[in-house]
């Protein structure tokens, strides 16, 4: 005779009470360990229905197509590859170079913040001036299509302290330590 007792188990990230038999729970137990681990295999980075990979084997040309308007008109000017871009694109492609022949990457410092990541960069890290110093952004494949001064601010968010005295006229009524 098999054990009939209640039992917890999960069921679409929710706790559920269940009478089946204990043969029947493990067996259900086990076929949904195994369709999690099924999905979490299947799950992955995609850009537009592109995974990295795919991506990457694109020409500059396709994967502009994919971009957003801003970026895709930005990319396809001329005048966008000015003699600092064009510099930081050569830099970030020896520094790849480089991290594939299993060599350190180079620091790479810029200032210049609206450079648009591209998939062939996924993995390096840019040092980025935000005004005052430089950022380490590590190029992810979430990041790509951003511009790389989005990930360094450049100002620092307002935290108020306690009024002092003389901040203004009724901060003279608060008291002091």
């Known amino acids: 005779m098999k054990n009939q007792g209640f039992m917890f188990f999960l069921y679409r990230k929710e ?3 269940t009478s089946k038999p204990i043969t029947m729970l493990f067996i259900s137990y086990s076929m949904t360990i195994l369709g999690w681990i099924k999905m979490s295999s299947r799950r992955q980075f995609r850009y537009r229905g592109k995974t990295l990979e795919e991506l990457k084997e694109l020409s500059m040309d396709e994967f502009v197509e994919l971009l957003p308007s801003r970026q ?8 966008y590859w000015t003699h600092r871009r064009s510099k930081l694109l ?3 492609r020896k520094a790849k170079e480089l991290v594939e022949q299993g060599k350190p990457q180079p620091e790479i410092r810029t ?5 648009i990541v591209l998939p062939e960069f996924v993995g390096l890290t840019i040092h980025v001036h935000n005004g005052r110093q430089f950022v380490a952004v590590e190029l992810t494949p979430q990041r790509i299509g951003h511009y790389i001064g989005e990930f360094a601010p450049s100002i620092k968010p307002v935290s108020h302290g306690a009024p002092g005295v003389g901040a203004t006229r009724s901060s003279t009524y608060v008291p002091l330590k």
């Open 15 to 17: 706790f559920f009470l």
């Open 72 to 79: 895709r008109r930005t990319l396809t000017r001329t005048q």
């Open 90 to 92: 050569n830099d970030l």
């Open 111 to 115: 200032h210049v913040r609206d450079f």
